[in-house]
């Protein structure tokens, strides 16, 4: 027979328990991103611009590099504070959000697993001060199917020569350095995909048309154009032909991070249209008095704390070394949908003001549709889950 759990142990802490440093730099991010990002986020959604400053300010505050060892000049913390970072910044604005988003469980992710001590010596340092990175995959003819990229890299001497070009690269207009996809051979298929190391300064390397977008627009989305751009050999990322790994592996980790995205909006949603129904006169009282609004903040309050306990589940269990794969698709998954459904709900709250851009909500409806679509779309999240729960076949 099994045996149960001895009472005098101490019992497992429920999921969404925070130790006391997590929960001290949850509220330092907070306090920084209502006082120093709020302020800023219609003129930067406005003009589709971040604000530099804001940027190095996330620098200063070690939100660039929250994983980086502190022999490298990061913050040696966890996945998990990077995850709480995110939440914590887009429940204020998603657009800030993805910019540490990228920077810490894509880009320094695949530096700190894959990079040799080289190279991990040459950027590391960086990323933790003024170094912004992007993570490229996507091209024009490649985006759920990422691995039928054209961009090809063939080896000259000591250096790759790279051309093509990569589509939807968010961090581009901030970033200095580019984790990219390229293949060294086509007729290998997926394993001749590489990872390359692109520095913007790299001569052939340019960044292209920004696009006009319909949320986190704040967020830069560009072109990268490759026109025998030079990349030294030492800069290939793991080896050749293990892009597809590394791609496949650091967007599993990425997923838990738009998660985080998607909690944060919601959250900040969901604030937003608690605060309104509490101040909202109509028949003489105001309107979260009203039965009707108060289920739908209820349901929205329920659906969030789920979210909540997926993303940090997911966070721990990669913490922890498990295989978080299927946990990480699943996040995504549900935390895009409640996003859109509670930003959606939020506007219909706040009635007529909802609609307009005097109040955040509207923003947050706009910027939550992206959550189903960057780092595999829904569909592709299923795919994942359905595959890992019925194999192959
Ligand atoms: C704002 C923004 C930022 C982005 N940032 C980055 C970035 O930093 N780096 C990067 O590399 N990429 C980035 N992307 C690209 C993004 O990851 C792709 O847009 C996404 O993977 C979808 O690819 P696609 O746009 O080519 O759509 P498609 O792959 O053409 O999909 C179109 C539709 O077909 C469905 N579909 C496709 N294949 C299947 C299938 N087998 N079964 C069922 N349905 C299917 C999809 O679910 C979708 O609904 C970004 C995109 C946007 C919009």
Redesign the pocket.
């Known amino acids: 027979m099994s045996q149960v759990s001895s009472a005098a142990a101490p019992p497992p802490l429920p999921l969404v328990t925070l130790t006391e440093d997590e929960a001290l730099f949850r509220d330092n991010v907070r306090h920084f991103a209502e006082e120093s990002i709020a302020p800023k986020v219609r003129e930067m959604d406005e003009k589709g611009v971040f604000d530099s400053r804001l940027i190095e300010q996330f620098f200063q505050l070690g939100l660039m590099g929250i994983e980086v060892p502190e022999q490298y000049g990061g913050a040696g913390g966890r996945f998990f504070e990077a995850i709480l970072a995110v939440e914590e910044i887009s429940r204020t604005d998603p657009s800030a959000g993805v910019i540490i988003d990228?920077q810490n469980t894509l880009v320094n992710n695949a530096l700190l697993r894959w990079g040799n001590d080289d190279q991990k010596r040459r950027y590391l340092p960086r990323m933790t001060k003024n170094l912004v990175g992007?993570?490229?995959?996507?091209e024009a003819g490649?985006?759920?199917?990422?691995f039928a990229l054209q961009t090809r890299a063939q080896l000259k001497g000591s250096e790759y020569v790279l051309n093509g070009r990569?589509?939807?690269?968010?961090?581009s207009k901030e970033a200095g350095v580019f984790i990219l996809f390229a293949t060294i051979d086509p007729s290998a298929g997926y394993k001749g995909v590489t990872a390359f190391i692109v520095e913007k300064d790299f001569p052939g390397f340019s960044v292209g048309k920004k696009?006009d977008?319909l949320g986190?627009r704040a967020?830069s989305?560009c072109e990268l154009i490759l026109e025998d751009c030079r990349v030294p050999k030492e800069n290939v990322l793991g080896d050749q032909g293990k892009g597809y790994k590394i791609a496949i592996e650091t967007l599993n980790e990425g997923r838990i991070g738009i998660g985080a995205q998607m909690l944060g909006l919601a959250r900040g949603a969901w604030e937003n249209a608690l605060k309104y129904s509490q101040e909202r006169k109509q028949f003489g009282k105001n309107i979260s008095e009203f039965q009707g609004i108060q289920f739908q903040l209820a349901q929205m309050a329920t659906e969030i704390e789920a979210v909540r306990m997926m993303v940090y589940n997911a966070a721990r269990m990669k913490d922890a070394g498990m295989n978080f794969v299927k946990e990480a698709a699943m996040t995504k998954l549900f935390a895009s949908q409640i996003a859109e459904r509670v930003a959606s709900l939020a506007v219909e709250i706040l009635g007529g003001v909802g609609f307009t851009k005097d109040y955040p909500v509207e923003k947050f409806y706009r910027d939550a549709k992206?959550g189903k679509?960057?780092?595999?779309?829904?569909?592709?999240q299923l795919?994942t889950i359905a595959k890992l729960l019925l194999g192959d076949r």
Request: hydrophobic content about 40%; aromatic content about 10%.
């Open positions: 990228v992007a993570y490229a995959l996507s490649s985006g759920s199917d990422a990569k589509l939807w690269i968010t961090n696009e977008k986190i967020s989305t992206i679509i960057y780092e595999g779309t829904s569909n592709m795919q």
